[in-house]
């Protein structure tokens, strides 16, 4: 059974560096075929997603975040990492890593999220 659980600070002031930590447990991040997403859900919106990290350590982010997005990983401990820079009042969400399977091309397992505020 796939765990991720993400972990960070709830409160972030605008224009500082949002860190994000997702902790994988019960399968590697390393393994072929599956890619690890951080997706986020603003108040009142839909499902965005942030960007990817692949088995492989390469990376894909979304255009629209893309400038200010960096995603990476630690394989010796088996966690993801975001980090959002210069953030704003509308980067307040809902963040969650997700697990994505290629074959499949869906999601298949998702943390249960962690609230970000952007406020000062």
């Known amino acids: 059974q796939v765990q991720l659980q993400e972990s960070g600070p709830g409160l972030v002031k605008p224009s500082q560096t949002l860190s994000l930590t997702c902790i994988v447990s019960?399968?590697?991040?390393?393994?072929?075929?599956?890619?690890w997403n951080w997706i986020r859900q603003a108040p009142g919106k839909g499902l965005e997603r942030i960007g990817s990290?692949?088995?492989?350590?390469?990376?894909m982010y979304s255009p629209s975040l893309q400038s200010r997005t960096a995603i990476s990983r630690d394989t010796s401990k088996n966690h993801i990492t975001l980090q959002l820079s210069s953030v704003t009042p509308e980067d307040t969400a809902v963040y969650y890593c997700?697990?994505?399977?290629?074959?499949?091309?869906?999601?298949?397992?998702w943390g249960q999220g962690i609230q970000v505020t952007v406020s000062s």
């Open positions: 997700a697990r994505w399977v290629a074959n499949k091309l869906g999601y298949d397992y």
């Open positions: 019960g399968g590697s991040i390393t393994t072929t075929g599956y890619n």
């Open positions: 990290i692949f088995y492989s350590g390469g990376t």
